[in-house]
């Protein structure tokens, strides 16, 4: 999206970098904030500017700004050049399988791992893992290059992923994360104590107007996704908090930024504002420990625990669960000898 400015003349090949079917559920939205949506590294000038060089089209005709996208709609994104070689480039990653048959398979993916090749992180993938064990995979999704995939999690989280091994698995699988059937439970280490300890958190998640990087909540529809997120305080470590979370829908970051509206940021989540001292006086030895726990846990406190879902051919309810990681583990316990240190 860094290059979607370009000059070009009638004459000179086109070549489409995206095409965008817009879901059935969609509301009205101004097609340049549905954009920056839907884009990586896109800003809302970048795109109104590819608008004005008649870059943008919606069902074949050219588009203002102003205009309102509809269920249905068919964005093109056209431009001068070819487009990146999409071509997934497989690579010997070992892959944590923790169950698979012909169907699907459901692993464990470790913290640092980014799911799907995209700006700044073509290789090393999860996806470039997936292409070198297995063959056939199948895509979807607005024409995007997806093996297997039907959901995603963020890079420096850890935990359970389904892939799909088949066209039709991709669909039943699809269809229940649409209809919110799919069971998700996140543990994640949260600074403070929630009040109430247990409790649910909505809003419309959307790119905050601060930091196009990170995502903000809305009571405005027009500014967002709906996005709905269970809580349950499992342990009061008095500083930090282990929470765990299910999702009832899966937007970008619905965790980290659901927490830290309420006012509990993940633990060394820099981007959410968790990679600080945010309960205790953050001096001397308390600082020192916490300062410790950070190079315990260098990254968001947050891993994919469990996973449930119907087998779509089978029609079996499969369920997993999974260990926390070292890291997260270690930071944890430490946490907890704290507490029973200031206890004895």
């Not at 400015?5 to 340049?32: A, M, T």
């Not at 050219?62 to 068919?74: E, G, H, N, Q, R």
């Not at 929470?243 to 970051?253: A, D, I």
């Not at 300062?291 to 079996?316: C, E, M, V, Y």
């Amino acid at each position: 999206m860094n290059d979607i400015v370009e000059e070009f003349s009638e004459e000179e090949e086109l070549y489409e970098h995206h095409r965008i079917v817009v879901d059935k559920g969609q509301s009205l939205l101004r097609i340049d904030r549905f954009l920056m949506d839907r884009l990586s590294n896109a800003t809302r000038t970048k795109i109104q500017a590819a608008i004005d060089a008649e870059s943008v089209r919606v069902n074949g005709n050219l588009t203002k700004a102003s205009y309102k996208v509809k269920p249905a709609d068919v964005i093109t994104i056209s431009l001068a050049h070819p487009p990146r070689d999409t071509d997934i480039k497989p690579e010997n990653i070992p892959l944590n399988i923790v169950y698979e048959d012909e169907d699907v398979l459901v692993l464990n993916k470790p913290a640092g791992m980014v799911v799907h090749p995209a700006h700044g992180n073509w290789d090393g993938t999860l996806v470039n893992g997936l292409v070198y064990h297995f063959q056939h995979l199948p895509t979807s999704r607005n024409g995007e290059i997806r093996p297997g995939l039907v959901h995603r999690i963020d890079k420096d989280t850890s935990g359970l992923m389904v892939i799909a091994k088949t066209e039709y698995a991709m669909t039943h699988l699809a269809r229940q994360f649409f209809e919110h059937t799919i069971e998700r439970t996140y543990n994640a280490l949260a600074w403070g104590i929630p009040n109430p300890p247990d409790g649910t958190i909505t809003g419309y998640i959307g790119r905050s107007v601060r930091d196009r990087k990170v995502q903000a909540i809305y009571d405005d529809e027009s500014k967002g996704k709906w996005a709905v997120t269970h809580y349950k305080t499992l342990e009061n470590l008095r500083y930090v908090a282990l929470v765990q979370c299910n999702l009832e829908t899966g937007r970008t970051h619905q965790i980290r930024a659901h927490m830290k509206h309420i006012g509990h940021p993940l633990f060394n989540d820099a981007m959410y504002g968790g990679d600080r001292i945010l309960r205790g006086n953050p001096v001397g030895s308390y600082k020192a420990f916490v300062d410790n726990a950070f190079k315990l846990l260098p990254r968001q406190a947050l891993h994919a625990k469990s996973l449930g879902f119907i087998h779509p051919r089978t029609r079996q309810w499969l369920q997993f669960d999974s260990a926390l990681p070292d890291d997260f583990q270690s930071a944890l316990d430490k946490w907890r000898k704290l507490i029973l240190a200031n206890e004895s």
